[in-house]
């Protein structure tokens, strides 16, 4: 049986679901994902459950494991998945100890026009 990376997003050992890096390291993260080319922007989730919550806020799309992380994205039309994909760990990887794990929730229409 495999073991499965603990969610720091709700943790006896992080208070408030955070640990007191976690504010820092999980805007580091947002920030440098949405600047991968091909990344439309952060993704929630079906039901939003992927995300990391703070005090007085959440960030959605990231959720910070013990180790790695979750990254949600929307990708721009066009953009190659796997390129992109790989460009997201790249960039997560320096940030965060641990595997990083990449999902497509969506694809940005053409154009960008809002869903």
């Known amino acids: 049986m495999t073991e499965q990376p603990e969610d720091l997003g709700v943790s006896d ?21 949405l600047a991968v080319p091909g990344v439309a922007d952060l993704h929630g989730g079906v ?4 995300a990391t919550y703070l ?17 949600h994205v929307v ?3 066009g953009a190659a998945v796997a390129t992109t994909t790989a460009a997201v760990r790249e960039v997560v990887r320096p940030l ?4 990083v794990h990449v999902v497509v929730e969506d694809v940005e229409p053409p154009g960008g026009a809002s869903r």
């Open 47 to 50: 039901l939003g459950e992927v």
């Open 75 to 77: 990708l721009t039309w």
């Open 96 to 99: 965060v100890p641990g595997p």
């Open 13 to 33: 050992r992080h208070p408030a679901g955070s640990s007191d890096d976690a504010p820092e390291q999980v805007d580091l993260v947002a920030a440098a994902v």
């Open 55 to 71: 005090p007085g806020r959440r960030v959605s799309g990231v959720k910070l494991l013990e180790p790695g992380a979750s990254v």
